[in-house]
């Protein structure tokens, strides 16, 4: 099956002799869109009243909010007669891109639920043709258990990050509440830490521990990282099944949603942060999972891979100044992968359900005291340089597969928002390519934190996986509050 999708990327790559071409390809968005690594994010977007007939506010939308954004929304990825990638924008037919599937009518919710994960399914797992701009915006006018409607925006990787592409989701939206006012988004204190170099070496030179502490972490870190992208491997797991090609296989999607007020009474009953509790019930509920999948796989070596933005902002730019001359982060690809290893335990029911966030806390704190994910981004770009953005891409496409799982998050507005007068339910999101058996996304929206999954479908059990991710939540929130609630 990899055969056959790698010959079809081939075939789908387009050469160009002497085009005019608009801007030169970044070296990460090489890496996302080539032969060994292909990754789109797909973002869900619930409604909460259904759509009428007309739907012609979405085209209108796309035509004069969406497109302007950012000029790669209208351009494919071409190779000119230097070898060099480009983006050409080109004319684009909005019917090739906004697509509305029909359904059945007077069916049951049941019915619907099912229709809805299986084209969920195709979508995540589907490759975007290389000929055409790469996004789609799909119109699913059904209703479903949790929404009214849904629609689910599917962008390729190479096309900007997620700090990007959410700004450019959230642009076509308005405040419910007064569509004159702004969105209003969280610190982006809450989240992964950002890598901002100038701020980390003004402090460091006041201090010489903080110093050795940042050079040793740097080396042990890089060194880890350069070991599990290379020689090391996570062992064969419930979570993961090590299948080759499994970037093509399948997904099962899923999601849990939890009140961020709760996680934040949670977290300053122990003295964490949002990322500690959130990310240690994760860790928890995978454990929980492979404990119940085989019991010996408790102790097996697992590694998750968090994405972290290495943008030095505080805030949250606007497209507009994303894609200013002048702009601070400009709009693209700006992440690292941070290995963190999945919290042991002899036995999930024993253990103090808090050591798991106490333990995320102490490894993602070391991982902020270190310059290793920096170091490894510069170890990619000497690889690009020297051997070529593929081998680099197989580099990364190397170290995903090795791990275990993915971890990625976004930070949504806080208010209620809307699109032409139909208010958001609910926003949760997915990553599709990603050679392994699991990956896991969180974004917070009007006061609630949605944790998605997409699992191998046939391999994990997708319903057993999310219980055991409720069941971690509400031990650890037990284990931190008693009875306050």
């Known amino acids: 099956m990899a055969t056959m999708l790698e010959n079809k990327q081939k ?7 002497g085009v005019v071409v608009d801007e030169p390809v970044s070296p990460a968005s090489q890496y996302l869109n080539s032969l060994a690594l292909s990754i789109c994010i797909v973002a869900v977007v619930e409604f909460e009243i259904p759509f009428e007939n007309d739907l012609q506010f979405i085209f209108a939308m796309v035509n ?4 302007p954004i950012n000029p790669r929304f209208s351009s494919v990825m071409v190779t000119d007669e230097n070898g060099v990638k480009q983006w050409k924008k080109v004319e684009l037919r909005l019917e090739d891109h906004v697509k509305v599937p029909t359904y ?3 069916a049951s919710l049941e019915f619907y639920d099912a229709c809805f994960r299986e084209y969920l399914t195709e979508i995540t797992t589907g490759q975007l043709p ?3 701009p790469m996004w789609e915006i799909h119109i699913l006018t059904y209703p479903t258990s949790s929404a009214a409607g849904n629609v689910i925006f599917k962008i390729h990787h190479s096309l900007g990050d997620g700090y990007s592409l959410m700004g450019a989701l959230f642009t076509c939206f308005k405040r419910l509440d007064n569509p004159s006012l702004p969105l209003t988004l969280p610190s982006l204190g809450l989240e992964f830490p950002t890598n901002n170099h100038e701020d ?7 201090n010489v521990s903080n ?11 890089f060194t880890e990282s350069l070991l599990k992208s290379t020689v090391l491997e996570d062992d064969p797991t419930p979570i993961r099944s090590g299948n080759e090609g499994v970037e093509f296989l399948p997904l099962d999607i899923s999601n849990v949603t939890f009140s961020l007020d709760h996680v934040k009474q949670i977290k300053t ?4 942060t949002l990322n500690d509790v959130i990310v240690g019930t994760l860790f928890y509920g995978v454990r929980m999972y492979m404990e119940s999948a085989m019991k010996v796989s408790s102790k097996a070596n697992s590694t998750a891979l968090v994405l972290l933005s290495t943008r030095a902002i505080k805030r949250y730019q606007t497209c507009e100044e994303m894609v200013s001359r002048d702009s601070k982060s400009h709009w693209g690809n700006q992440f690292a992968f941070l290995h963190v290893p999945i919290t042991k335990a002899n036995d999930v029911d024993a253990v103090d359900p808090l050591q798991f966030v106490y333990d995320a806390r102490e490894i993602i704190k070391k991982r902020k005291s270190s310059f290793g994910f920096f170091v490894t981004g510069k170890l990619i770009d000497m690889i690009r340089r020297f051997r070529g953005s593929e081998v680099a891409s197989q580099y990364i496409h190397r170290t995903l597969r090795k791990a275990s799982m993915t971890v990625t998050n976004m930070i949504g507005p806080i208010e209620k928002i809307a699109l032409a007068n139909y208010p958001c339910k609910g926003i949760y999101f997915m990553m599709g390519g990603s050679p392994q058996s699991i990956s896991i996304t969180m974004v917070s929206y009007n006061g609630k934190i949605r944790l998605a999954v997409g699992a191998e479908k046939s391999y994990i059990n997708i319903q057993v996986f999310m219980s055991c991710i409720e069941n971690a939540f509400e031990r650890i929130s037990k284990a931190a509050l008693g009875d306050q609630l």
């Open 11 to 17: 075939q789908d790559h387009l050469m160009f002799e």
């Open 269 to 272: 009953a122990i003295g964490a």
């Open 130 to 132: 290389q000929s055409r």
């Open 211 to 221: 110093m050795l502490s940042l050079f040793f972490n740097t080396v042990s870190n």
């Open 200 to 206: 980390k070496m003004h402090r460091i030179v006041k």
């Open 104 to 106: 059945t009518a007077g």
């Open 64 to 67: 004069d909010v969406f497109l």
